[in-house]
């Protein structure tokens, strides 16, 4: 059996830097099921998620020799067919899509099409480049501790993570189950609205009362150059008025971030630690670390972090009721450029989770908007609602940025 303890024994570990990738993994065409509300528009299904008579590569060669093809496709990907999507293929992934860097130690890294210098963001990383580049309308995809919130927000697109167990997971591979959630990402928030209501199965209802509220706190997490970028769109929000109220959710983000590590890590490595051991793959340097970290998780850690899971999510259920949604940015600044350094990402991705895990550690949807942006560059803006309050949330987005 490997032993992953220093994160270079058990596998093999790449370390040559990755190279501009098509944001396809293959290209292929399937016709809609039936006519529906999606008629006419091209989807594309991040690699983790089934297609019949196809191999699922996670974004690692290995994976895909040692897994058959598909039997039936993805639960999601069925549902989008007999909406009356059509689907056009296969967009990349980061490694078991253990990662929110964009880039792929196999595959390459996709060009982000609103920042051609910076990475795409990830593990969605072929799935934001392919939207953003026009070539499809949409994307499916994965988000678990934020990847569609990053790259939708990096690449200047609207991504939704929903509700956690709302939508069915079936087909597609899991990496921490608790965690694990279907998304999407479009150009539009008509679109995305309309995506919603062929997954939910919803009927078009009236938006219920609702209101905004911000967290300074949450807001120090921006890079403080952000700051005047940040007001505009507070500012935006009162010309279009909207009426926003200050709270203090009073979370140590920091803390939340390090819960998110510990329990997706400790799931990641139950999901996938038996493949590891038994296949010996090759991965990037740093995924191999990530799962030898998973893998020496202790009983106190784990025990320390679900308490407090628990604990933000009981603040965030007494301080967010349903109707009220948290503003906040979804990103702390712009993308990092392609030629970032592995420890520059480490450190980014310690600062990336301590703002999307307000959604992941507690199940709630969130949606990221191109509304905030660096010199040009996306960073993207989020509304955060409330457990299955999904619709409203998309309805809201439409209202704050109609599109």
């Known amino acids: 059996m490997g032993d992953l303890s220093n994160g270079q024994a058990g596998v093999s570990v790449l370390s040559a830097g990755p190279g501009i990738a098509d944001a ?7 016709e809609p099921i039936r006519s529906g509300p999606l008629h006419g528009a091209s989807f594309a299904a991040k690699d983790v998620f089934d297609v019949a008579g196809r191999h699922t590569g996670c974004g690692n060669p290995v994976w895909r020799e040692t897994h058959a093809p598909a039997q039936r496709s993805a639960a999601a990907v069925e549902m989008l067919l007999r909406a009356g999507a059509r689907l056009v293929g296969k967009t990349r992934t980061d490694e078991l899509a253990y990662s929110l860097d964009g880039r792929n130690i196999h595959e390459g890294a996709p060009i982000n099409p609103a920042a051609p210098e910076r990475l795409t963001g990830g593990s969605s990383a072929g799935a934001a480049s392919a939207v953003a580049s026009g070539d499809i309308d949409f994307a499916a995809a994965s988000d678990t501790a934020g990847s569609v919130r990053v790259p939708a927000a990096w690449c ?7 509700t956690h167990a709302r939508l069915s997971v079936a087909g597609l591979t899991p990496l921490a189950p608790s965690f694990d959630t279907v998304g999407w990402l479009a150009r539009s928030t008509s679109l995305m609205r309309a995506i919603g209501a062929a997954l939910f199965q919803d009927a078009a209802m009236p938006t219920p009362a609702f209101s905004l509220v911000r967290d300074p706190g949450v807001e120090s997490e921006l890079d403080p150059r952000l700051g005047a970028s940040l007001a505009h769109v507070f500012e935006r929000l009162a010309a279009q008025g909207f009426a926003l109220s200050e709270l203090s959710l009073g979370i140590d983000l920091e803390r939340a971030a390090e819960s998110l590590r510990i329990l997706q890590g400790h799931e990641a490595w139950i999901t996938h630690g038996r493949w590891i051991d038994s296949t010996q793959p090759t991965l990037g340097p740093e995924i191999a670390a990530r799962f030898a970290a998973a893998r020496a998780i202790t009983g106190a850690e784990l025990s320390e972090a679900a308490r407090a899971r628990e ?26 450029r392609r030629e970032a350094s592995r420890e520059h990402l480490q450190l980014l991705r310690a600062r990336l989770l301590r703002l999307t895990a307000l959604s992941s550690l507690t199940g709630r949807p969130q949606i990221t908007l191109p509304l905030l942006q660096a010199d040009g560059v996306p960073v993207g803006f989020s509304l ?14 439409r209202l704050v940025a109609p599109s």
């Open 311 to 336: 604990a933000i999510r009981t603040c965030m259920d007494a301080a967010l009721p349903a109707g009220r949604i948290l503003c906040l940015p979804t990103v702390p600044g712009p993308a990092p």
């Open 156 to 162: 200047g697109l609207v991504g939704i993570r929903p």
């Open 24 to 30: 396809f993994v293959e290209r292929f065409v399937i």
């Open 384 to 397: 955060l609602g409330w457990r299955n309050g999904d619709e409203t949330l998309l309805d809201v987005a």
